[in-house]
Structure formats: C-alpha cells, structure tokens
C-alpha cells in the first residue's frame, strides 16, 4: 500500500490510497487535483473515503462519481445524511473493501458528530479531527468527546501514520510551544517542518500535540493559567482549545 498526498484547495490534503493499479481517495476538497493526481500515478479510482461531512472535504464528489457511475462513497452513518450519494455507511469499528484496499472506520466524534478516521494497516486518515500539534475545532461536539476521540488515536502504536487533512502544522507548532515553552520535541519539530508535513505518526504527537498531552503537568499549568475549571484532562482540553481558538 501506498500513499500520496494531493494538496487541494488552500491548505487541504486529499490523498491517494494505492493498492496496485487501484486507488481510493480520502476527503477529495475538488476533483481535479485529484484526477491529475490519478493520472500521474497511473492507477484507477475505485472508491472515495470521507471523513466527514465538510464541504471542504467532499466538494470533489460529484464530478469524481459522474465520471465513474456506480463509484463507491463510503462516509459515517452518523453524516450520511449530509453527503450527496453516500454509497456505503460505516458503524465504528466497521470494515469496507473495495479491489485491494481494506480499511475501517475508528468513530471520531468532536469537529463533527459523524466525524471518523480512516485505518488500513499502518495509515490512519484522520480528517479534521487530528493535524501535525494541534486538531480540529468543535463545531457540532464538546471537549469531553473531542478529547475522547484524539485519545483513541493516541493510543494506536507508536509508529502508526497519521494522514490529516490541513497543512496547519506551522502555526500549530507556534502554540504548541505557547503551552509548553520547555518541550524540546517541539521546538526541534518546528526547527525542521517538512514540506508537506504530513504525514505524522502518533509517537511524533504524543511528544509535540499539546492536545494529546492534557496530562502532562506543564500543559496542566498553562491551562489552569488560561481559565481551566480543573486539571481533568477533558477540562484542560476545553482551556486549551478555547485558547488556541484565539491564538
Ligand atoms: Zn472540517
Ligand atoms: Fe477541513
């Protein structure tokens, strides 16, 4: 299996999950980034993958399936209803298998209800619930439910790949180092941003994303010190998510 990033839009990534001559697409933002991309690598488009609902995640679908009647779209059961032409609709935990390509659904709850994350094998697609140090904004969930779903990510092995859906990591780095002034990880990290810079891996996040380290004593203080009501970490979440939504 292989990977490959196709920047669309602004700052968005689809990407390109290649199996042999076969490919799906994760969160295609506009289709013709994704056709080039296609065309490059020389494979066939057999499915599209969706994070989420988000217009800036599935603007690529209509042009993408009128090309290919009958193309698999497979989303949340939870946002199907707001894609057009969901095909397929994934529980948590549930599997979906197009050519070669084999992957399930991990529930991601927190920038959308119907938010999840794409695994297959060592890859992780997370949409807009993870980026490299930082995740998402809670538009339909809160704290509690967000922090919960980066905790289910955090807890995959170390050198799993993770694959998010914006090119944030500059100015998500700057306020990583906001939270935690000492954390050399992140300071180094930020000393040498590959272009992209994604993909990450969760060991990279547990030492650099302040969101993923809600337990960590220093991250601890410096929410107390921006308003946290407690030192829970779904309370030191809310703090610093309320604190980088103003940054
Ligand atoms: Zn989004
Ligand atoms: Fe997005």
Known sequence: MRVVA?????????????EGTQAAVVDPSAAAPVEAALERAGVELAAIWL???HWDHVGGVPDLTTARPGL??????????KIKGVTQRLADEEWTETANLRAYAIDNPGHTLG???FRIADAVFTGDTLFGAG???????DPAMMHASLMKLAALPGETRLYFGHEYTQSNLRFAAAVEPSN???ADRAAAIPAPSTPSTVDLELATNPFLRCSEPAVIEAALAHGAASREPHEVFRALRAWKDTF
């Not at 995740?135 to 969930?141: D, I, K, P, Q, V």
């Open 6 to 18: 196709v920047p669309c839009l602004k700052d968005n990534f689809a990407y390109l999950v290649i």
């Open 51 to 53: 994070t989420h609902h």
């Open 72 to 81: 698999p779209v497979v989303a949340s059961a939870k946002d199907s209803e």
């Open 115 to 117: 938010a999840i994350s």
């Open 135 to 141: 995740c998402g904004r809670m538009f339909e969930g």
């Open 184 to 186: 050399r990880a992140v």
